[in-house]
């Protein structure tokens, strides 16, 4: 079982930046792809980033982006610690969301039933 803890929410005025964790408790994180997801008010839950495990690369790529945070936001992972991080630049009032961070021992992608485990997300707000 795999268990995935959010944190680094808050409220940010636009332009402002916030970095969000998430903590896995897993023997060997670097063994799944992790994702980052979020769901806005009265949305659905939608693709923001992921970042493959060590041994799967898309064509020389290990990261991939949603078009709307593309060159924003950066999602990175820190294996020694099992932490997956998500640095975000530049942030927008749409960027106002429940963020969810997931997990996955499959190779992932942008449909969130291709992940297994999610945290409890933790709110962003982006207001001035």
């Known amino acids: 079982q795999v268990q995935l803890v959010e944190s680094g929410g808050g409220l940010v005025q636009p332009g402002g930046s916030l970095r969000l964790s998430c903590a896995a408790s897993v023997r060997t994180f670097s063994a799944y792809t992790m994702g980052w997801f979020r769901q806005p008010p009265g949305k659905e839950r939608e693709f923001v980033a992921t970042?493959?495990?060590?041994?799967?690369?898309?064509?020389?790529?290990?990261?991939r982006y949603a078009d709307s945070v593309k060159g924003r936001f950066t999602i990175s992972r820190d294996n020694a610690k099992n932490t997956v991080y998500l640095q975000m630049n530049s942030l927008k009032p749409e960027d106002t969301a429940v963020y969810y961070c997931?997990?996955?021992?499959?190779?992932?992608?942008?449909?969130?039933?291709?992940?297994?485990?999610w945290g409890q997300g933790t709110q962003v707000t982006v207001s001035s």
């Open positions: 997931a997990a996955t021992y499959g190779i992932g992608g942008f449909d969130p039933r291709q992940y297994d485990y």
């Open positions: 970042i493959r495990r060590e041994d799967v690369i898309w064509r020389d790529v290990t990261t």
